[in-house]
């Protein structure tokens, strides 16, 4: 299919866009890769009647360390990210969610900055952006504001981002000096987006106890954004144990509360106004995406303290 008629400008600024959002206000659309928007265009399932063209913006396409950790612009593809040497040294994590993230083809072109703001469930990013408290940096026509990811993702498809408003830059601290870390998924294939992610991080005090451990996973929570598992909180100040790791699996399973499909699916339609029956995200009931919570979670935990200094199990 061909998407319904649309107005087309390329924007070389972000002021221009700031502009040309606001002109056309409810009816305009930043596209960037293309990715997932061009998609759904052409199968009607989105009729934006105005497309902002960012891609003429180049100075929001860039890698930097930055004192905190690492700043990425929000028109970087996720192919840079997947080769760059900074963020291998600084934010290892990011590279290996990344390269998870569909196809070569697709990775050429899709963005960090588009993959975040469409907030598509169990997306990489996000699950990587929570984390590690990574902070979205959003221009509007006020000015600068900073967001950070446990405020940024609100709901199925949502974002804190107002239709005048442009995410420009993502920065993500470095992980701690020592931290152990892990990212895994399960996908029907390779380059489906995930029927659940999950990210895991440990780091260890002098004493080799845990200081602070952290879970999150995509695509469990009734509410479309990644969820940060509490179970796990209870172990700081204990010694890892694998046994201990194992048993929190079930108590997973039974905190998260995964949607049906269907509900998803209800959610993108709502959101992007359009046709139904477009199946957002892999097949599987909630009671299967409970159960896999829990063993992707503790597998994830036991790799991140591997990983640990000095972390042996
Ligand atoms: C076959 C296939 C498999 C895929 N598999 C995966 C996967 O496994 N994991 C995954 O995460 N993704 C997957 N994707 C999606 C892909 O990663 C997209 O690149 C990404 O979701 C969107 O990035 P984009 O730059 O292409 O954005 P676009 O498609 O151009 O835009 C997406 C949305 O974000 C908005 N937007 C874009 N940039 C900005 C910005 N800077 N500020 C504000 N709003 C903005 C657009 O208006 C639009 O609503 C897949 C896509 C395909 C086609």
Redesign the pocket.
Known sequence: MKPAPFEYVVVRSINEAIEALGRNGADS???????????SMNMRQTRPAYLVD?NGITD?DYIHEISSGIAIG??TR?RAVERSEVIRSVCPILQEAVK????FQ?RN???I???L??N?PG???GVIARLLEAEMVISSPDGKRVVPADQFFVGHFKVD?KNN????EIRFPSLPQGAGYSFLEV?RRH????IISTAAMITLDGKDQIAEIRVILGNVSEHGVPYRVKAVDRLVGQKFNVDTIEGLAKEISDEVNPNEDADTEAAFVKQFSGMTGRRVSELASAEYRKEVAGTLSTRALKIAFKRTKGGII
């Open positions: 659309r930043i596209i960037a890769g293309g990715q997932s928007l061009m998609p960012i929001l929000a028109l996720h998870h993230i569909a196809h697709i072109r899709g963005t900055g588009g993959s703001s469409l598509a997306a990489e990013y981002l408003e442009i995410l420009t996908t380059g489906h987006i995930p």
